[in-house]
């Protein structure tokens, strides 16, 4: 394709766009949860509508998620503008390309997960204890 377009309302981490990004396809999505930091490069990220509008909570007795609503009118902008223009279309792709080798599995994440784990014996500790460290940076 020539550009991967999504509205979600949310993204756990959104491995979807990396794939798309390694690619060298430019991505138009909402500039909100995880695609803020996964698309950073090599997207279009268009704004949620501001206040009430553009976030939302979900309930469903097991869980509560947060969302949100793309600016519909910013969004189709970016379509047409996309379509348009293939020197952007290009050169965020690109971008995306390059950026998307930071979250690598093979040179970046496994690495960096190997490097927490030879910390620990797992015999003797806690998973909660390991995610504690994670995120503490201990």
């Not at 206040?51 to 969004?75: E, L, M, P, S, T």
């Not at 994440?109 to 620990?120: G, N």
């Amino acid at each position: 394709g020539d550009v991967q377009v999504s509205c979600t309302s949310g993204e756990g981490f959104g491995k979807v766009f990396l794939e798309n990004m390694s690619l060298g396809i430019p991505i138009i999505a909402p500039d909100y949860a995880a695609l803020t930091e996964v698309c950073k490069k090599g997207a279009d990220l268009i704004p949620l509508y501001e206040g009430r509008a553009g976030k939302y909570r979900i309930h469903d007795h097991i869980r509560q998620v947060d969302a949100g609503v793309v600016n519909q009118d910013k969004f189709v902008e970016s379509m047409v503008r996309m379509y348009d223009n293939k020197s952007e279309r290009t050169e965020l792709g690109f971008q995306g390309q390059e950026y998307a080798k930071n979250f690598d599995y093979d040179t970046v994440i496994v690495p960096q997960w190997d490097s927490v784990f030879e910390r620990f014996n797992p015999d003797t500790i806690m998973a909660s204890q390991v995610f504690n460290a994670i995120r503490y940076n201990n």
